[in-house]
């Protein structure tokens, strides 16, 4: 338990910013929230959603494709 202390208050692990709020990977330790995971989790952030957060996933869209059916009649006609 000891050992997990002094490896977050070294200073190499960064403490966790709001996005990270509400994810599994949070580790408190001497008051200060960490993630496990990664290092430095405001950079992981930067881009969008972080790729090891457990609470958030990322919205796909799928968008639908409209056919014109006189074209799909005359290419399954080719066939």
Partial sequence: MQEAALKYSNGEFKPVVEQCDG???IVEESGTNYC???LNPASK???GICN???HQKPEIVVAKVRVN???AAKRASKK
Wanted: hydrophobic share 40%; glycine share 0%; charged share 35%.
């Fill in 69 to 71: 059916p006189l074209k």
């Fill in 36 to 38: 496990k995971t990664f």
């Fill in 52 to 54: 090891f957060a457990t």
């Fill in 45 to 47: 952030w930067k881009l």
């Fill in 23 to 25: 994810c599994e990977r």
